[in-house]
């Protein structure tokens, strides 16, 4: 079965710049999730999709990031405009309706850098 | 916010050594993961324990969960050079919602 896809791998722009990240979960995943991992740390959910709808964007800077995920399959995450403290790896990961494994699987993401 | 904090930060061991963290959470969990993140690539999944069971194995892993101490801890038996990766344990309140620690970075020295 294929993995979870992200794109770009790489991206580099400088602040006030705008990006968006692309990904394609699992076939057949419900639940998408986008987190932030600043180097060092470890992943910071940034929003939780069950199908089409939201389940949790509480830790989502709504100000400048919007992520969307249009017929309940892929998703784009957006940061508009970028601030230098957004340069970070962004995973996408997908999970199984099926309860009884709660394993996430995630993509390679997508490491940007913020000049 | 990170619910888990992982210990120790960074851990070097020779090949074929045992290598041991430590996770401590501060909420209540349904379950509790184990991650691992090679350098510049996602997470794999390693293992789950659910809040009812005390310890799990999975090859050369060995997990247990204290749920008393709010505490777990990963082993790993017989350490090869590709286990040099960073290890993440990840707590579940029940509805899918997983909060990722702080990691624990492992050199495993051949």
């Known amino acids: 079965e294929a993995g979870v896809a992200q794109s770009p791998r790489y991206k580099i722009i400088e602040k006030r710049q705008s990006v968006a990240f692309w990904c394609n979960p699992i076939?057949?995943?419900?639940?998408l999730y986008w987190y932030q991992q600043i180097l060092g740390q470890g992943p910071k959910l940034l929003i939780q999709?069950?199908?089409?709808?939201?389940?949790?964007d509480s830790q989502l800077p709504k100000d400048r990031f919007s992520a969307e995920r249009l017929k309940g399959v892929d998703s784009t995450l957006k940061i508009q405009p970028a601030k230098l403290e957004d340069s970070a790896v962004y995973l996408c990961?997908?999970?199984?309706?099926?309860?009884?494994?709660?394993?996430?699987?995630f993509g390679p993401g997508t490491r940007l850098t913020v000049l | 916010s990170q619910q888990g904090e992982e210990d120790p930060q960074a851990l070097s061991i020779q090949e074929g050594e045992n290598a041991t963290m430590n996770c401590s959470y501060k909420t209540s969990i349904n379950n509790l993961q184990w991650y691992r993140q090679n350098s510049g690539r996602g997470l794999v999944h390693l293992i789950l324990i659910r809040s009812n069971e005390r310890e799990k194995h999975s090859g050369r892993l060995r997990v247990t969960l204290d749920t008393s101490k709010k505490s777990s801890s990963l082993l790993i038996t017989a350490s090869r050079a590709a286990d040099t990766a960073s290890y993440f344990c990840a707590t579940d309140p029940g509805y899918q919602k997983v909060t990722f620690g702080t990691g624990t970075k492992l050199q495993v020295i051949p």
């Open positions: 990961a997908s999970s199984s309706p099926d309860r009884a494994t709660d394993t996430q699987y």
């Open positions: 076939s057949g995943h419900a639940t």
């Open positions: 999709f069950q199908n089409n709808g939201v389940v949790d």
